[in-house]
Nanobody, 120 residues
Framework: QVQLVESGGGLVQPGGSLRLSCAASGSILSVETMGWYRQAPGKQRELVASMPSGASTKYTDSVKGRFTISRDNAKNTVYLQMNSLRPDDTAVYYC??????????????WGQGTQVTVSS
C-alpha cells in the first residue's frame, strides 16, 4: 500500500505562516495528483488546493493569494505554504494522493491529518 505522512501543523497567531509537508511512500509507480483538504469541527471536508501532474493548480476561493501548493516529484512530496493565516483557517488538514502502484493498481491515499490552529 501507499502511505502518506504529513507534518508542519501547529498553533499560530493570525497573520502568521505555516508550511505543511506530505510525503508519499510505498510501491509507487506514479503520483498523478496531490492535494490538500481540511475539515473544521461541524463542517464538511473541503478541498483547499490540488496540483495534478501536467495540469494547473486549483485553490478554493478563500485561500487564493494566501496559500501556495507545490510538489517535489522526486520525493513524492507535496507542500502547502500558508501565509496571512486567519482564525477561520483553523482545521485538521489532510493530504491526498492519487496514482498507480508498481503493480499498476490505482491508489487513493490520505494522510493522518495535522492540526492547524490560528488563534491569538
Amino acid at each position: 500500500q501507499v502511505q502518506l505522512v504529513e507534518s508542519g501543523g501547529g498553533l499560530v497567531q493570525p497573520g502568521g505562516s505555516l508550511r505543511l509537508s506530505c510525503a508519499a511512500s510505498g510501491s509507487i509507480l506514479s503520483v498523478e495528483t496531490m492535494g490538500w483538504y481540511r475539515q473544521a469541527p461541524g463542517k464538511q471536508r473541503e478541498l483547499v488546493a490540488s496540483m495534478p501532474s501536467g495540469a494547473s493548480t486549483k485553490y478554493t476561493d478563500s485561500v487564493k493569494g494566501r496559500f501556495t501548493i507545490s510538489r517535489d516529484n522526486a520525493k513524492n512530496t507535496v507542500y502547502l505554504q500558508m501565509n496571512s493565516l486567519r482564525p477561520d483557517d483553523t482545521a485538521v488538514y489532510y493530504c491526498n494522493a492519487i496514482g498507480l502502484t508498481t503493480t499498476y493498481r490505482t491508489f487513493g491515499s490520505w494522510g493522518q491529518g495535522t492540526q492547524v490552529t490560528v488563534s491569538s
